[in-house]
């Protein structure tokens, strides 16, 4: 009977942890938050998800949101860095993919073609599911740290930026030890200045989507099947909008296995892939203190 009851209880603990991480209370920002890539301002204000394994809080004062997420799962890790991560904005509190940040890229968004061989090759060298080391995804991520797009309703409404250029919008990603943090500061309202806000106000739920990308095999079939060594070397290196409406943009516009190699090397029909990452939370925001 006692251990019907501590199961009982587990499976309670289970539940309520379930609901805590569907939704969560912003907290009234003090300040003290800086968009470095550390999460130590944020202290014991992250709520753990145990299904995906990582962090998450969120922030928030009269004119910014700001946005906590940080990892310690390698498996997690590489999804982001390789396949990137959108950031989605849905103000309205359901799950719209209207408004969102990519950040960092997909390396097949990437322009560089060196970056991309040696991403392809890193992914057909997970065939036997060989985790990748902490130095390596650090130098991968160092390589993807400085382009962002903001994207729109449709998948080809993108803004292609650097970090730099953002007006308003602050991000950074970065590890600390072996935790990879990532942090966001968005602005709630539009200014003169500020091309891209939620356009929402304290009084409001809205909604927070996390969601990395995919891989296209077939683009990286016909690099290989051109012949052009971009895929396949045994002696590579083993590395791999603006809103519409009312939201994003202001009136300034501003499977678990990665596939094989066959052969001296290239992309195998059927190839398959761990499922992206997707997580939603709604997000209560703080009125004041």
């Known amino acids: 009977m006692k251990n019907l009851t501590f199961l009982l209880f587990l499976f309670s603990l289970v539940i309520i942890s379930g609901c805590n991480n569907k939704t969560i209370q912003s907290r009234w920002s003090s300040g003290n938050v800086v968009i470095d890539g550390n999460d130590t301002d944020w202290g014991s204000t992250l709520t753990y998800n145990d299904k995906s394994n990582f962090m998450y809080g969120v922030q928030n004062d009269g004119k910014n949101l700001y946005l906590c997420f940080a990892t310690n799962d390698p498996d997690l890790q590489a999804k982001i860095i390789r396949m990137g991560l959108t ?15 990519k950040y960092p890229l997909n390396f097949q968004d990437m322009n560089f073609h060196r970056t991309e061989s ?30 962002l797009e903001i994207v ?73 099947d051109r012949g052009d060594g971009s895929i396949g070397s045994d002696n590579a290196d083993q590395g791999m909008g603006a809103g519409d409406g009312d939201m994003g943009t202001g009136d300034e516009g501003g499977g678990n296995s990665y596939g094989r190699r066959r052969g001296g090397g290239g992309y195998q029909s059927g190839a398959s892939m761990p499922e992206p990452f997707s997580f939603w939370s709604e997000v209560k925001l703080a009125s004041g203190k």
């Open 87 to 101: 950031v989605w904005f849905d103000r309205t509190g359901g799950d719209n993919q209207n408004f969102g940040i």
């Open 118 to 147: 040696e991403d392809n090759q890193s992914i057909m060298r997970q065939r036997n599911q060989e985790p990748m080391s902490s130095d390596r995804l650090k130098s991968m991520l160092s390589r993807k740290l400085n382009d």
């Open 152 to 224: 729109g309703r449709n998948k080809d409404d993108l803004t292609r930026m650097t970090v730099s250029e953002l007006k308003g919008i602050e991000v950074k990603m970065a590890f600390q030890s072996s935790t990879l943090v990532y942090e966001m500061k968005m602005p709630l309202t539009f200014s003169p200045g500020i091309p891209y806000a939620l356009n929402t106000d304290t009084s409001q739920t809205i909604s927070i989507g996390l969601e990395t990308g995919t891989i296209d095999f077939s683009k990286i079939k016909s690099r290989g």
